[in-house]
């Protein structure tokens, strides 16, 4: 699995202190609504220009398509959810340390980031697709004209 960032070393999150992990989750939150609004755009896409296309396998393509937009537009913003709850306990555990089990609250740290970096690959894989059926679409259905 590709790491979301490169760490210095593999024990990182254990041993790293809390206030680089909070501004790691930090950076985690930015992405996470890079990628939402990404996803927003594309959905935006699809909406505005579905009803152009004329033939029925091109409709069932972009269906399938906006479905998976949809899955992970729902998948980003739960993520959102979880990070920000995730940074609020960060938090916490910086103005009383001893409120959490540190372990533990860092084997979550992994795990979340790690949900993250797969969010992020479906995100890009996505991405390749919407544009692959985009050209496809626009190409078979001469949509030039209404696009530009």
Not at 3 to 30: A, C, G, Q
Request: proline letters at 1%.
């Amino acid at each position: 699995m590709l790491e979301l960032r490169m760490r210095p070393k593999n024990n990182y999150i254990f041993e790293t202190d809390w206030d680089e992990l909070y501004v790691l989750t930090e950076h985690w939150m930015s992405d996470l609504q890079f990628y939402a609004d990404d996803l927003r755009f594309f959905r935006h896409l699809i909406d505005k220009y579905f009803i152009w296309i004329k033939e029925q396998e091109n409709q069932r393509e972009v269906e399938k398509i906006l479905f998976s937009v949809i899955e992970l537009t729902d998948a980003a913003q739960d993520l959102l959810k979880k990070t920000a709850k995730h940074r609020d306990h960060i938090k916490d555990i910086l103005e009383e340390p001893f409120t959490y089990d540190s372990q533990k609250f860092r084997e979550e740290h992994q795990k979340l980031e790690d949900e993250i970096s797969d969010f992020i690959k479906s995100c890009r894989k996505q991405r390749k697709e919407v544009f692959s059926v985009i050209e496809h679409v626009i190409d078979k259905e001469g949509l030039q004209e209404i696009i530009t």
